[in-house]
């Protein structure tokens, strides 16, 4: 039992290390602009490294409509292992397979928003016209001249200013798909029979 609670904290743990002076909540999704009746879905992976420098690999599948989002994290063989969902009326994280959840104060979904991160830096270098995961994006290297290893590698997609890579020195979000589709309600639903 204590192990698959290990795998819910660790997506939420997964999450925080993103956490930098400037991530967006989800819900909030800051800068990304998702068209009325539609919703996006990524499926990401995040490379982080352990306290011996060994590289830690996990996966994630999310989808959005700009208000709700909800985040799985799935295995190297695609088993779903963890799940969390941010919205209008709260904040919530379960396990999959006995469906036993729990109710946050705030959001285990961290979305990165260029905004906020552009606002953490002193400096800004654009190279429009790019292609990441099969989108056209635009490459950004944000940092301080202040301080030489402070530095940001990002991708952001032209259409929905979705981020679509996040590197830094200690770790590296990658999405390896991002695609726009019509909302589906059930997608973005928290299942039935949530154990709290």
């Known amino acids: ?76 063989d695609g088993a779903l292992l963890a799940c969390a969902f941010s919205g209008p009326r709260g904040h919530i994280i379960w396990q999959p397979d006995t469906l036993k959840a729990s109710r946050l104060d705030a959001s285990a979904v961290f979305l990165p928003d260029y905004q906020a991160l552009k606002a953490a830096f002193g400096r800004e270098t654009a190279v429009p016209g790019q292609m990441y995961a099969g989108r056209a994006c635009t490459a950004v290297l944000l940092d301080d001249s202040d301080l030489d290893a402070d530095w940001l590698r990002v991708f952001v997609d032209d259409e929905t200013g979705f981020v679509l890579l996040c590197e830094a020195p200690l770790f590296c979000l990658r999405t390896a798909l991002l695609e726009t589709l019509p909302v589906d309600d059930a997608r973005l639903t928290p299942p039935d029979g949530l154990l709290y």
């Open 1 to 76: 039992m204590k192990r698959k609670w290990r795998r819910v904290l660790s997506l939420a743990l997964s999450a925080a290390m993103l956490w930098l002076p400037a991530v967006c909540l989800a819900g909030a999704l800051g800068g990304m602009a998702i068209p009325r009746g539609m919703m996006i879905h990524a499926r990401q992976a995040l490379e982080r490294y352990d306290a011996s420098g060994e590289p830690m690999l996990s996966y994630f599948e999310l989808w959005s409509d700009g208000s709700r989002v909800l985040s799985r994290e799935v295995g190297a």
